[in-house]
């Protein structure tokens, strides 16, 4: 069974950072892009960033390019959001996803999501 | 960039009808990479179509999607209780996502 399992939300002030993780069971991790998306309260859907098998492509959401930076170990199952520079605009709920196939933005599996809630 | 507009924004229908929503891109999409993804509440997205007609594994065959170019459809054939959510389509070449529409019970 594919789990996906987010950490690292809380409370931040802006201008300040935070780092999300994301541990990954229950397929081979390294054979999958693996990509976050945000919602914020009452809102719709928002793709963040995304990175390959192989970290080689990554891609960023205009909105966060320049302050964010994904990673992943692959000997850990883990994927990673450092958040920079973080403003209020940037709370919502954050979900690690795991990519269909190849290097499409096609999310199959998600987590439950990590809160990220900036403010003063 | 994309805008998808779904609608409409909320659907008030009961259980056994047939749903249709819609989803029109603002300008015409490479159609195999449209989605479609229920959501509710309290619970993270669930993918239901890809390529704008696929359906996920596990996805019942009561949902099916179409469409091309600019205009794409989910339709439930038969809503079942667990229907009533929002559903989000998204055109995975360029990540963006439509606003949602509102599935709920009449």
């Known amino acids: 069974e594919v789990q996906l399992v987010e950490s690292g939300g809380g409370l931040v002030q802006p201008g300040r950072s935070l780092r999300l993780s994301c541990a990954a069971s229950?397929?081979?991790?390294?054979?999958?892009?693996m990509h976050w998306v945000r919602q914020a309260p009452g809102k719709g859907l928002e793709w963040v960033s995304s990175?390959?098998?192989?970290?080689?492509?990554?891609a960023y959401a205009d909105s966060v390019k320049g302050r964010f930076t994904i990673s992943r170990d692959n000997a850990k199952n883990s994927l990673y959001l450092q958040m920079n520079s973080l403003r209020t605009q940037d709370t919502a709920l954050y979900y690690c996803?795991?990519?269909?196939?190849?290097?499409?933005?096609?999310?199959?599996?998600w987590g439950q999501g990590t809160v990220v809630t900036v403010s003063s | 960039e994309i805008v998808l507009t779904q609608s409409p924004g909320t659907l008030s229908l009961s259980p056994g009808e047939r749903a249709t929503l819609s989803c029109r891109a603002s300008?015409?999409?490479?159609?195999?990479?449209v989605a479609w993804y229920q959501q509710k509440p309290g619970q993270a997205p669930r993918l239901l179509i890809y390529?704008?007609?696929i359906r996920a594994t596990d996805i019942p065959d009561r949902f099916s999607g179409s469409g091309s170019g600019t205009d794409f459809t989910l339709t439930i054939s038969r809503l079942e209780p667990e229907d009533f959510a929002v559903y989000y389509c998204?055109?995975?070449?360029?990540?963006?996502f439509g606003q949602g529409t509102k599935l709920e019970i009449k």
């Open positions: 998204h055109h995975y070449g360029s990540s963006f």
């Open positions: 996803a795991k990519g269909l196939y190849g290097d499409l933005r096609l999310f199959d599996y």
């Open positions: 990175i390959t098998w192989n970290s080689v492509g990554i």
């Open positions: 300008q015409s999409v490479y159609s195999s990479y």
């Open positions: 390529h704008a007609s």
């Open positions: 229950g397929f081979t991790f390294d054979d999958y892009a």
